[in-house]
């Protein structure tokens, strides 16, 4: 499995755009770029996918370069309820309709007033 | 509607007690999970269950005994408690792609918070 490395901490202010961005120079042809949020006492949410180049919903955005060795995910104007931490996940294609989750440590990334 | 929920919230119980945690998924999910996040919030899978067979079973005690009674329930047994097994116990469902897909999307509960004295 690639190994993910991404900041332990970033802070921000309401209303700024935040960018955290993960490292996984091993990623590899059949994995995808999977980014999900964690709230204290909540289990870990979805935000968003992506195999390569850019990919928007309507939380983030998740931009990933031609070598797709890192990814960057983007969050617009970003509000007091976005404090949670961030984590950057690749997950393997595979032949099943499963995939096993590996978790690393995750941005904490705290909102300000 | 509750998508995956957990019952108990919370769990406190002493040594050498044997315990269960409850898990459901109205989501029609073909594949559900346990995962385990200690004091340091690191998140490990456990086991995984697809249409009621286990899938993975990653490294753990056998005093942890999953069960899946129907494709909509996992629960989690575990026997014998010890202090490290103090933990925030997360369960989660994925539906299954089919061959070829990545089940990336994968839907967890609140958690059970299992405090062992």
């Known amino acids: 499995l690639a190994k993910t490395t991404q900041p332990i901490s970033m802070d921000s202010y309401e209303g700024q755009e935040v960018n955290i961005t993960c490292s996984h120079n091993?990623?590899?042809?059949?994995?995808?770029i999977t980014w999900y949020q964690q709230f204290p006492s909540q289990g870990p949410r979805f935000i968003i996918q992506g195999y390569k180049t850019k990919v928007t919903n309507e939380v983030a955005s998740l931009f990933i370069p031609a070598d797709r060795k890192s990814s960057t995910l983007s969050l617009p104007r970003v509000s007091l309820s976005d404090t949670a931490v961030y984590y950057c996940?690749?997950?393997?294609?595979?032949?099943?309709?499963?995939?096993?989750?590996?978790f690393g440590k995750g941005t904490m990334l705290l909102v300000s007033p | 509607d509750t998508a995956v929920s957990q019952t108990p919230k919370y769990l406190v119980t002493q040594m050498g007690n044997d315990k269960s945690i409850k898990c459901e998924q109205n989501l029609g999910h073909d594949t559900m999970y346990w995962y385990k996040q200690d004091s340091k919030k690191f998140l490990k899978i456990m086991f995984s269950?697809?249409?009621?067979?286990?899938?993975i079973n990653e490294t753990v005690p056998n005093r942890f005994s999953p069960k899946s009674p129907d494709k909509a329930h996992l629960n989690l047994h575990i026997n014998s408690l010890e202090l490290g097994d103090s933990a925030v116990y997360f369960c989660?469902?994925?539906?299954?792609?089919?061959?070829?897909?990545?089940?990336?999307?994968?839907?967890f509960g609140p958690g059970t918070r299992l405090t062992v004295t």
């Open positions: 989660a469902s994925s539906q299954d792609r089919g061959s070829g897909k990545s089940s990336y999307e994968q839907y």
């Open positions: 269950y697809n249409n009621k067979e286990l899938i």
């Open positions: 091993n990623i590899a042809t059949n994995d995808y």
């Open positions: 996940l690749v997950v393997p294609k595979g032949n099943s309709g499963y995939s096993t989750l590996t």
